[in-house]
């Protein structure tokens, strides 16, 4: 499947950022959206160029004028109508959605009677805190998991126009149903993201002392929580249930993880057996997640390096590790509270962390 012209209807951060990535690939694309200071933002940014909705109710789009794709990335509960429009003037051969839930919208879709043969929806799982096109990014979605859940209905070349999106933006596909895809995402993105809220809630009545003591590990927890409010209540409204059910058992451990707290303040001294026990199925969880190009999960070692907080300290830091040859797997700032200082912290293979040590002690640096 070729895809020559690409309609994004939709220019926020997912939209803008496909758009971004097709055009690098040489793709037309062709940007809608009712809020006309994201399609202006979106277009001076390289991501297309404005399109003109064809109007009136007998309007349709010329067969050659017709966009090879459509991609919906407009917020669940809207994905349905966009589509039963943009089918009735024949806006594209074929569409997709790239909300973050799948069975609902689909659901919608056929109750509306949408065309379902060309129509396979599809979701990114990729993304940022920030929202908006000027947050968008060509390679948002490289290395991605990108799930398509294509119905019975679907035809095979509607199904040939996604997975092309999907190769195009650099991402990985997986095919999933869409009940399916929506319990997995309510336990690897939606319900953390509300257990992150509820933890980033209890620092707006935290003391001032309490957040000059703030250290990378609750920056870790909460990062996600700085989302737009509105746009989660959208994909939180439309994956209530499975959502619930994970919270829920969320809570259950905290509920019992208190109960046990309190036990062991008043003496009880059995009861950091349930405390240990959730503390280790935390890990356990935790080295389930994929690690580097989705394979199992590595364990790597951390070199921390005091580094000054002014420009050309991070290229000189990486500069160290191209001359000895080692690969930089990941690497976390910690920023020291008032100083104009901080620490990196290089994760490399076990075996490369006395090379890289020794190295950067030659050269200068502090290694604690």
Known sequence: MDLRTVLVVGTGLIG????????????????????????????????????????????????????????IAVPPAHVAT????LQRIGAARFYTDVASVKAEPIHRAAQLGCDLAT?????????????????????????????????????????????????????????????DHDRAVAVVSHAPHVAASAVAARLADATDVALGLAGQGVRDVTRIAGSDPGLWLGILSGNASPVAEVLEAVANDLADAASALRALAEGDGTATNEITQLLKRGVAGHDRIPGKHGGPASSYAVVQVVIGDRPG???????????????????????APGLPLGIAELSVEPDAATTLTEALHERGWQVP
């Not at 095979?156 to 092309?164: C, G, Q």
């Open 313 to 335: 300290q991070l290229a000189r830091l990486f500069q160290v590790c191209d001359e000895i040859g080692v690969n930089v797997e990941d690497v976390r700032l910690e920023h």
């Open 16 to 71: 803008t950022s496909a758009a971004l990535a097709l055009r690098k690939r040489g793709v037309r694309v062709l940007l809608a959206d009712r809020d006309q200071g994201a399609v202006r933002l979106a277009r001076e940014l390289g991501a297309g160029e404005e399109w003109q909705p064809i109007k009136g109710e007998q309007a349709t789009v010329p067969a050659a004028e017709r966009a090879d794709l459509a991609i």
């Open 119 to 179: 129509y396979v929806a599809s979701h990114p799982l990729a993304g940022r805190e920030k929202s908006g096109p000027g947050a968008a990014r060509e390679d948002l979605f490289l290395g991605r998991p990108w799930a398509l859940c294509p119905t019975e209905e679907a035809d095979p070349e509607a199904k040939a126009a996604v997975l092309r999106l999907i190769e195009l933006c650099g991402a990985n596909a997986v095919e999933v149903g869409a009940i």
């Open 82 to 85: 966009e589509l039963l429009e």
